[in-house]
């Protein structure tokens, strides 16, 4: 028995050792979080104070650069009018749309692709040409094709957003131990069950990873879209912005693309923390 009390006394001390081990190490990253942030928006508050003094004193041509004040001040009449939710609205939709189609079409042909070595070594080709073949080159054959609208602005983000999730999914399934293949063969495992039991467990952070990746892909697709055929949404502005020589429109909508597609990275961030820390508790 007197063996025993002093063991439970330095567990307890290790035990509040390590708590307050780790207690510190939780501060020291809050710390250092909140100085990476600080640092982050006084360059931001910095570069929109030289940018607000730059057209104030004529430093720059305010007719091509504008200033801060006047874009917010755009910003705010189109908020206070309405006018500008119908057209973020409309971006944010086709985004969206190509965003998840992308990544789910993406996936599937991956998997459809490791699934088949003969289709893999048939389609390797097609899909490097395709990768490095200008997307926007495709945006009138899609207008062709689906008509001036919101299928052919999805088809055009598609054209990116899929063939990049496929290329990314694809490479982490070869990339998979293959030690661990060969125990799930030894054992008499088929392809599926390698498939469900080794390749996709390994290859889902890469999979999620690819969420963040594809955000700003399909932002991208979507504005060259909407440059080519759309008479709402973002790019619109932006064009017809060009086409007035109202530059302030053309920077409040550059302006808004950045805050909306910052806030859907940022969701996305958080769905990949939680879908990780899921998989890891599973």
């Known amino acids: ?4 009390i002093p063991d439970q006394g330095k567990q307890e001390v290790r035990e509040i050792w390590l708590e307050e081990l780790h207690r510190d190490h939780h501060r020291k990253m809050v710390r250092w979080r909140q100085h990476i942030f600080a640092v982050q928006l006084s360059m931001l508050v910095a570069m929109f104070l030289l940018w607000e003094l730059a057209g ?4 720059i041509d305010v007719l091509l650069f504008s200033y801060p004040s006047k874009i917010f001040a755009q910003i705010g009449k189109d908020v206070v009018s309405g006018e500008i939710w119908a057209h973020v609205g409309v971006t944010v939709g086709e985004t969206v749309v190509g965003f998840l189609l992308g990544t789910l079409v993406g996936t599937l042909l991956a998997v459809l692709i490791w699934w088949s070595p003969f289709l893999s070594k048939v389609l390797d080709p097609y899909m490097v040409v395709f990768n490095s073949m200008p997307k926007v080159a495709l945006g009138p054959i899609f207008i062709v094709m689906f008509g001036a609208g919101f299928t052919a602005i999805v088809m055009t983000t598609l054209s990116i957003t899929v063939i ?5 999914v694809y490479n982490s399934f070869n990339e998979v131990d293959p030690n661990y293949v060969k125990v799930i063969r030894t054992f008499g495992g088929e392809r599926s069950e390698i498939f469900a039991k080794v390749v996709f467990p390994a290859s889902f952070p890469t999979i999620v990873s690819t969420l963040k990746v594809n955000v700003g892909m399909a932002w991208v697709g979507v504005i060259v879209g909407e440059f080519l055929v759309a008479k709402q949404g973002l790019g619109y502005l ?3 912005g060009f086409q007035v020589f109202n530059f302030t429109l053309v920077l409040s909508s550059l302006l808004i693309i950045a805050a909306v597609a910052t806030a859907m990275y940022q969701l996305v961030v958080y769905a990949e923390r939680k879908l990780l820390s899921s998989g890891r508790r599973s």
């Open 238 to 240: 932006i064009i017809y």
């Open 164 to 168: 990049i999730t496929t290329l990314v």
């Open 1 to 4: 028995m007197s063996q025993k």
């Open 56 to 59: 104030r004193l004529r430093w």
